[in-house]
């Protein structure tokens, strides 16, 4: 009968003391992330404010062929942006972006017919390089320039 007797309710208040130090970490991590609260944190550089809602995720077809690549100024939102490259030309191709904070490109070059993507950390405004790093396929005109505005 001493079931709920005082030892039971100082166990009860330590475990509550924990959830309410949980809470206390929590709230400061979120506050530590920022507005932007998007999945990837190693690009979590500078706040864009207005930009928190596209914060990562706009995708952009892009058609590559010998050689040029279609289109080749697209203009997005800041964020995580993929790149979706379609090869329909008859050589391997690939695409590298340049962006603000580093080069991103397909893990390997994709032959005639196959299709790769690439998410390149684009969370500045500005306009980025992009070409096909393959032989001189950049020299024959595999280049083009991406913009990135709020
Ligand atoms: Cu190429």
Redesign the pocket.
């Known amino acids: 009968m001493r079931r709920y007797g005082p030892a039971a309710g100082r166990h009860l208040i330590s475990r509550w003391s924990v959830v309410a130090l949980l809470a206390v970490i929590a709230s400061i991590g979120v506050g530590a992330c920022g507005g932007d609260d998007d999945e990837d944190t190693a690009a979590t550089t500078a706040p864009t404010g207005t930009a928190a809602e596209g914060g990562g995720g706009e995708t952009v077809d892009v058609t590559?062929t010998d050689?040029t690549f279609d289109p080749s100024d697209p203009t997005v939102k800041p964020g995580d942006v993929t790149f979706d490259l379609t090869n329909d030309?008859d050589?391997?191709?690939?695409i590298e972006i340049e962006g603000p904070s580093g080069e991103a490109e397909l893990p390997e070059d994709i032959g005639p017919g196959e299709k790769g993507s690439v998410t390149a950390d684009l969370n500045e405004p500005g306009t980025y390089e992009f070409y096909?790093p393959?032989a001189n396929?950049k020299d024959l005109g595999?280049v083009g320039e991406v913009t990135v505005k709020g």
């Open positions: 590559a050689f030309g050589t391997l191709h690939n096909c393959v396929h595999m």
